[in-house]
């Protein structure tokens, strides 16, 4: 994953067609009634890669927890939707302690106009905080699944 992480920064460095993007996004856990609120900052290169870094919270979990986790992957475009694919590292937070988390994420955007798109995100991750004592003990499934709601404005 740093391999790839380094090669997606090491040739997007010299392309031409960087942009980049400010996010939010929602996701509506039906589980528990709740949702997540995230924002994040892409740099997209050269209609190939991105990375991002963003951060999140739940406030209706018990405890509730906040993350900050950063995203890479590759892209590609059909039509005006763009595909992108790739993984994501970070920490969560809860009650003050930190427990690191790793993923994988895919999405699909749809351009509304040049500077304007919405979108739908899904994501799996590993979180180190799931056998902990929020959640009863190490039977825990530490994977976990979610999906979101996207705006992304194009700056």
């Known amino acids: 994953m740093r391999l790839l992480f380094t090669l997606i920064i090491c040739t997007s460095l010299y392309g031409q067609n960087n942009s980049t993007q400010v996010g939010t996004w929602v996701d509506p856990t039906f589980t528990d009634g709740g949702f997540q609120l995230g924002i994040e900052i892409t740099k997209l290169f050269d209609d190939i890669g991105w990375v991002s870094v963003g951060t999140s919270y739940y406030a209706d979990l018990n405890p509730p927890y906040n993350d900050l ?5 590759l892209m ?3 039509a005006n939707h763009k595909q992108y694919y790739g993984g994501r590292i970070g920490i ?6 930190p427990y690191p988390l790793v993923g994988l994420v895919v999405g699909n955007e749809v351009y509304i106009d040049r500077l304007l798109s919405i979108g739908l995100r899904v994501w799996r991750d590993y979180r180190s905080s799931q056998d ?5 003990g190490s039977d825990n499934n530490k994977w976990r699944n979610n999906g979101a709601l996207t705006l992304i404005f194009k700056l």
């Not at 986790?69 to 992957?73: D, K, P």
């Not at 969560?92 to 302690?97: F, I």
């Open 92 to 97: 969560e937070y809860r009650r003050g302690q």
């Open 76 to 78: 590609s475009y059909l």
């Open 132 to 136: 902990k004592q929020f959640y009863g």
């Open 69 to 73: 986790v950063a995203s890479g992957g």
